[in-house]
């Protein structure tokens, strides 16, 4: 995949604001609803955000560090995707309002945790840093700053590639949270 650098950082950092509104609606409920969950074995909303923290733990000192140290050189007007990042991005992506299933790695799965509205507060200022270095990373080549991920350091993915990952999780499990809403609350109409 070939994309103009600019259009790409845009797209992102629209899906990034989109997010920010999203979790601001979240916030808006009581940590009784965020806590709620279809069943035993789902996510409850606050269990969704805290998976986005747990990579955003990783991701953004990651990306800030490929950033102050910019070893890929000057911005480049095209991002190329590399063949391995687009896979990983593309596995993220939504399609048509559904999510592909996949299994969480076990320190990135937050289930069980007992967690509260500061969830969604510390998701919102990660997602504040997130935008700063979307910004700042107009001044970089997209395709030669590389950063390692989180399944293994071994593993280096283009910058391009691992902000569109990390966006689109973010797109995907909002949207796992707000299923999550529209499951619970259909739930709790049909008990009274």
């Given amino acids: 995949m070939k994309i103009n650098s600019d259009k790409l950082i845009q797209e992102l950092l ?3 604001e989109n997010a920010r509104i ?3 609606k979240l916030k808006s409920l009581d940590t009784f609803d ?20 747990l990579y955003g733990d990783f991701y953004l000192p990651e990306i800030e560090k490929q950033l102050i140290n910019n070893k890929g050189g000057s911005k480049s007007p095209v991002f190329k995707s590399g063949i391995l990042g687009n896979y ?23 289930a069980n945790s007992k967690l509260t ?27 030669k700053t590389k950063t390692s991920i ?3 350091p071994l593993i280096k993915l283009r910058l391009g590639d691992t902000f569109r990952f990390f966006v689109f999780h973010i797109e995907r499990h909002l949207l796992q949270a707000f299923k999550v809403l529209e499951n619970v609350d259909v739930k709790a109409r049909a008990t009274h």
Wanted: aromatic share 4%.
């Fill in 117 to 143: 509205i500061t969830t969604i507060d510390r998701f919102l200022k990660q997602l504040s840093l997130l935008k700063s270095l979307l910004n700042q990373s107009r001044e970089v080549n997209l395709t």
């Fill in 22 to 24: 999203a979790a601001e």
């Fill in 88 to 110: 990983f991005a593309n596995l993220m992506r939504v399609e048509n309002g559904k999510l592909k299933k996949m299994k969480s790695p076990k320190d990135k799965n937050p």
């Fill in 14 to 16: 629209t899906i990034t």
């Fill in 34 to 53: 965020l806590n709620r969950k279809k069943d035993a074995i789902s996510w409850s909303i606050l269990e969704c955000i805290e998976h986005l923290n």
């Fill in 150 to 152: 989180s399944l293994s």
